[in-house]
């Protein structure tokens, strides 16, 4: 028996998921695309229901644990994914040590636009996880394969640069209530297509990461909630989930 760690033993069959180490991702075989909610909303949708046992061939499952780590910032770059269901951040850490939030990653957001050879954030989940991985090569070739593939990648790589240049006007030009509406307003339009409702944002993520996402202090973001809930703009049903009231005020100030 190999007994290297990591190693497989001789009973345990191809493909069985398992923990490399405590909070790992937990990898899986691929479990097929036909019961797959996220498919209408990624990339994949664009190649043909007929021919998607060859995304299955090339892909793999990872099963991620809220507070676990998908990639470091710095490791290299072998892999790309699709989120399937939960959500990641994107983090990166400051020289001076702060932390920032780039950005939020849902169920059919694809995570690889990058020509980098190493991660430039660190990609962690907010809550439990599960996501197609692709070797980078195995990516390539569906891409030579299926040209609607790589525009699909093409017109959410677009969208990833609009909604950059969105949170860049969020954090330079508009006071805090006004970065926490455009969020609540943009956060609640990303979700509606994954089941949301059309009046409702769920915040799976911390105070602390919102704070992080905005520039902004934890105690500039509670007040800012309580001001937006004071003049009756959001009302909370639970600390995690929002009914938007006003949505026509919520974006109005924040420009949108």
């Known amino acids: 028996m190999d007994t290297r760690p990591g190693a497989r033993s001789a009973a345990e069959p191809a493909g069985t998921a398992r923990h490399a180490a405590a909070g790992s991702p937990k990898r899986a075989t691929h479990g097929g ?23 299955e061939a ?22 790309v994914y699709t989120v399937t269901r939960g959500m990641l951040r994107r983090v990166r850490l400051l020289s001076d040590g702060r932390r920032l ?3 939020f990653l849902m169920a059919g957001d694809f995570i690889g636009f990058s020509g980098a050879p190493r ?21 390539r070739s569906l891409c030579q394969r299926y040209p609607d ?12 640069l609009d909604a950059t240049r969105g949170n860049l006007m969020l954090l330079g030009r508009l006071a805090p209530g006004e970065r926490l509406a455009g969020f609540l307003v943009e956060l609640g339009a990303r979700q509606q297509p994954r089941g949301g409702a059309s009046d409702h944002v769920d915040l799976p993520m911390t105070r ?15 007040r800012s909630f309580t001001r937006l809930r004071q003049s009756g703009a959001i009302a909370f049903e ?19």
């Open 238 to 256: 639970d600390p995690r989930r929002i009914r938007l009231v006003d949505v026509a005020a919520l974006r109005r100030a924040a420009g949108l």
């Open 33 to 55: 695309c036909a019961g797959c909610l996220a498919r209408p909303l990624a990339i994949c949708a664009s190649i043909p229901a007929a021919d998607t046992h060859a995304l």
């Open 149 to 160: 593939l790589e525009s699909g990648m093409l017109a959410q790589a677009c969208s990833e």
């Open 58 to 79: 090339a892909a793999g499952e990872v099963l991620l644990p809220a507070g676990a780590t998908l990639a470091s910032e710095g490791d290299p770059r072998r892999e």
């Open 208 to 222: 602390a990461d919102i704070a992080d996402h905005l520039g902004l202090t934890i105690e500039t973001v509670s």
């Open 101 to 103: 939030v780039a950005g």
């Open 119 to 139: 991660y430039r954030h660190t990609l962690e989940a907010v809550t439990d996880c599960g996501l197609c991985a692709f070797p980078l090569q195995s990516m």
